[in-house]
């Protein structure tokens, strides 16, 4: 009910400005809000535990963000169908997370430029940090993304268009659409993902020791090796599906060559499955909000998973769709263009809880 309140503030308040810029709330964890026209001054004023609710807008300019605290940061979404009433969270710019950020999380926003932790070696250790339900760049897990860094994440149920840099941390990814390329990861875990990879040449550089459980692979070849092995070892796989083989490399006709060496455990793996018998309505390399990522009628990969669910998004705790975040959320709203002849301003709100 307080997250409830702090929108219909923000709205009303949005009502009676001078202006018509778009405000951002501070709801702060040891009680009252404020509110700002910039994200970079609404980071400034909270502390940790503070919730920051960014409102639906065609396009914020961020620039070159730095989060120094455990905020919670919360866009209204990134579906356009689903944010019909409040407009779609777009940030322009860069975000930046450093030292004492620890227990903070980002939610429901698209961000065009890139996702780091840290600006050197000594801020980029972040521990239990956790991003979910936004459409991102290219992330670095560290200050360069080789750099070790001891940090923790979790990423659920986003949208990485670019690569993602691990700086050789264990980091969890679940119920995530991936279109790049992984690289410095030590340990990690992959699970319930869907690899759409947009080279068949996929490279994969660095990934070591690390579980890939029930994912998609929409491409031949886990990894690229060419005539070496690029050191990514003693990785295990177990109950993935895959368009092709698992493969390590593509030979210099651009052959897939189905090579086992420096993999880990292999177990339930799905092979050499035809595109057609994958997703419900799907093509490329690149995601489309308007294809269909469920599994079609008659797939291996139905309840193909190692805990009995679909492999991909949709298994094991399902991937969301519309992906609003978790808070209360605005679905009509009407406010009268004039008051009536006694001065009332008809307003008509819908808002709907979110069941995860």
Not at 178 to 190: K, M
Request: charged share 10%; with cysteine; proline share 3%.
């Amino acid at each position: 009910m307080k997250k409830l309140i702090t929108f219909i503030t923000i709205f009303f308040w949005g009502i009676n400005s001078l202006s018509a810029q778009e405000l951002i709330a501070v709801n702060h964890l040891s009680g009252g809000s404020e509110f700002f026209t910039r994200l970079d001054s609404a980071v400034a004023h909270s502390a940790n535990g503070d919730y920051i609710y960014l409102p639906g807008t065609a396009l914020m300019d961020i620039g070159n963000l730095i989060i120094d605290k455990g905020v919670h940061i919360i866009g209204a979404g990134i579906y356009p169908d689903s944010c019909y009433a409040t407009g779609t969270t777009f940030l322009t710019g860069n975000i930046t997370i450093v030292s004492g950020a620890d227990n903070g999380s980002l939610q429901g926003f698209m961000l065009t430029g890139t996702l780091t932790f840290g600006t050197s070696h000594a801020d980029q250790h972040v521990s239990s940090y956790f991003v979910s339900r936004c459409n991102l760049n290219t992330i670095s897990l560290s200050f360069n993304g080789s750099d070790t860094t001891t940090s923790s994440f979790l990423f659920r149920e986003n949208i990485i268009r670019g690569h993602v840099y691990g700086g050789h941390s264990n980091a969890s990814f679940r119920n995530n659409i991936l279109e790049g390329q992984l690289n410095y990861f030590y340990g990690a875990t992959f699970l319930h993902n869907d690899f759409l990879w947009g080279s068949n040449r996929t490279l994969n550089f660095y990934v070591k020791n690390s579980t890939f459980s029930n994912n998609i692979f929409k491409n031949p070849c886990v990894a690229y090796y060419g005539w070496n092995t690029i050191y990514c070892t003693n990785n295990n796989y177990y109950y993935n599906l895959f368009n092709g083989p698992i493969g390590f490399y593509y030979d210099y006709l651009g052959y897939c060559v189905a090579n086992l060496n420096g993999f880990g455990n292999l177990s339930g793996n799905h092979e050499n499955v035809p595109n057609e018998q994958i997703y419900t309505s799907q093509s490329g390399n690149t995601y489309d909000i308007h294809h269909n990522y469920h599994l079609i009628a008659g797939s291996p990969g139905i309840n193909g998973g190692s805990d009995g669910t679909d492999v991909g998004i949709y298994g094991g705790e399902p991937f969301k769709d519309g992906m609003l975040p978790v808070n209360p959320h605005i679905q009509f709203k009407y406010v009268s263009g004039s008051t009536s002849p006694n001065g009332t301003l008809n307003i008509h709100f819908k808002v709907a809880a979110q069941e995860k």
